[in-house]
């Protein structure tokens, strides 16, 4: 299903603000194969989703630095039409001028109405909102790795005989040390910007645990202006995922937990996709010269 969050944002305009209590104007449209739902801004031209629930019991509100939640409130809707309605609903609020940060808010809202579906309860969109306020959650902390390692890791992903055992192994708690662990597989991802194979590794990455096989990716990975940007090689994960939401949502937050506040800027990094495919090799780690 693709709803087109980011089309439907680009092409809402400003509304005027207006306040009336509780209520605030939305300047909405109806999300595509899911019309009980809405996106586009508020009244202060924020991207926002509003979602419907088959009850209206009301919640506490939760606030952060950059995503605004508010469950059960009367929202004036107004429409492309011009045509104009009061509607109880929830709305999740993404409060940053950033477009790059509002543009991942409406990537990952698709993820969101994939999710809830249609008709949800409000127990089903406060389970959908808590996984959206943990994902902002990680945007506000310091980046956990580089932007070049990460793209070598998506890389690797998506060039996987199957990248849906790939995302399930990604940053997998049976083993944290390497970068993608299943079964008796132990995977390392290591990106070069330098074109030298030159990497670092830790004691245990070298020696895997009895009856597993350790495996090295290495790839060269350079920054161009006309490459693949970080989120369009997001994009082409997601559609190899077919459709798996739970995926798909482990693939945006483990994005989100490796990029952290630096997310904004690394989104639109583009990267040789060429070099990236012709110079990955794989090795056996038992074979990396160590002091065993």
Not at 57 to 69: D, N, Q, Y
Request: with cysteine; aromatic share 6%; proline share 5%.
């Amino acid at each position: 299903m693709q709803t087109g969050l980011r089309e439907l944002l680009e092409s809402t305009p400003h509304p005027s603000s207006i306040k009336d209590g509780d209520t605030t104007r939305y300047h909405v449209k109806p999300v595509p194969e899911m019309m009980t739902h809405y996106f586009g801004r508020d009244s202060n031209g924020y991207p926002c989703l509003l979602l419907r629930s088959a009850d209206s019991t009301t919640k506490a509100p939760i606030r952060l630095s950059e995503i605004e939640v508010r469950f059960a409130i009367p929202c004036r809707i107004l429409l492309s039409d011009g045509s104009e309605r009061t509607e109880t609903l929830a709305a999740i609020i993404c409060t940053t001028s950033d477009a790059v940060t509002q543009d991942y808010f409406a990537h990952v809202c698709e993820t969101i109405l994939r999710i809830v579906g249609p008709t949800p309860s409000l127990q089903d969109v406060i389970e959908a909102v808590r996984r959206l306020v943990d994902l902002f959650q990680k945007l506000a902390r310091p980046s956990s790795r580089s932007v070049i390692g990460l793209f070598g890791e998506l890389y690797a992903i998506h060039r996987a005989s199957s990248p849906q055992v790939a995302v399930e192994a990604w940053r997998s708690t049976i083993d944290d040390r390497f970068d993608f662990s299943i079964e008796d597989i132990r995977l390392e991802v290591k990106a070069s910007s330098t074109r030298q194979r030159a990497h670092n590794f830790s004691l245990e990455q070298c020696t895997p645990p009895p009856e597993t096989v350790g495996v090295l990716i290495s790839l060269f990975v350079e920054t161009s202006g006309g490459g693949l940007s970080v989120l369009e090689l997001v994009e082409r994960i997601e559609r190899q995922l077919d459709d798996n939401v739970g995926l798909i949502l482990k693939l945006q937050e483990t994005v989100a937990e490796g990029l952290g506040a630096t997310i904004s800027t690394a989104l639109a990094m583009r990267f040789d996709e060429n070099l990236a495919k012709s110079s990955l090799q794989i090795y056996e780690l038992d074979k990396i010269p160590a002091i065993r």
